[in-house]
């Protein structure tokens, strides 16, 4: 069973174990030292089995694979509308670091499956449209088109590769939680250097000013005593639960359907674009930015052909 099978089994028995590394893998990634609390590892095993499960569900509602290669971009609508130009498709593949380790792991194929997530930009633009028998010049309209196209989680079959991004999902969430903490963290390093300087205020006041400083001083220190106790380690706990019992809340998938024609114009109307709308998949949250996401699959693709264009970029660069 692999890693996929074992973190994410429906086995409630089986889970209870293999629960353990999933465990240490958050803890380790917000804080180590919360190894050495009392309560380690079972009151973690809720919320780290609750992200684990919706990660899971996640990673299998990416749509695809679509297969990526020239008769895809010539017949597939979805693919035509992530790229320009077809050599864009191979592009993709080629500046990709996780693809060239993928083939460095795996030397003799010529096949994977992987995440593919790029930014989906729209653009207002003055175009031509067809109205009835007239043709209407300066149109504003808007392109939509696709950038920053990254390849990641790349594996020898879809089921790894589900595996792989299922796993990198609740990476993100266990990074939310450590985003809560340093959040605080700042904040109370904050309040500290504004309470060093009300005591420099305070030591040049004079009598007039001193009563209202001491007080400000006062409630700082009181405010600061009564935050302390969220970063002890024994209240991590609730950073953990807060993000990961309500996992939908920080990562999703949203579905946008766009009706787009052959040149990327979205339209609005059936008789400006007959085709069906083309369905795409927003991951909320993953990181700083929002990623349209799917799993694809290219095959016939010779680790030789990649070199070959990365040192045609390179030479293209030194020009």
Known sequence: MGLFGKLFGRNRE?????????????????????????????NYQKSVASALKYARSLAASVPGPVALNREAYARDTFVHALFPAVDFVTDAFSTSLAVQDYFREFPDTDELYALMGMRRIEKTISGVALS????????????????SHTIENPAPTEEQAREKVALSFFDSLVNKVKRRVEARRQG???????????????????????????????????TMQSDAGPLDLNNYLKDFEAVL???????KLIQTPIKLDSMGIRRESVEACP???????????????????????????QNENITSRLEKAYRQLAI
């Open 14 to 42: 089986e889970d209870r174990p293999e629960l353990l590394p999933a465990i240490e893998r958050a803890v380790n990634a917000v804080e180590p030292r919360l190894k050495q609390t009392s309560g380690y590892p079972e």
């Open 275 to 301: 085709t069906e709308a083309v369905l795409f998949n927003e991951l909320i949250d993953f990181d700083r930015r929002n990623w349209t996401v799917t799993m694809v699959h290219c095959s016939k693709m």
């Open 188 to 222: 109370q390093l904050s309040q500290l250097q504004e309470k060093n300087l009300l005591i420099n205020r305070l030591r040049a006041a004079d009598v007039q000013t001193r009563p209202e400083l001491e007080k400000k001083l006062s409630r700082m220190i009181a």
């Open 132 to 147: 009835g028998e007239l043709i209407q010049h300066d149109v504003l309209q808007k392109a939509v088109y696709f950038t």
């Open 245 to 251: 019992l309500v996992p939908e809340q920080h990562l």
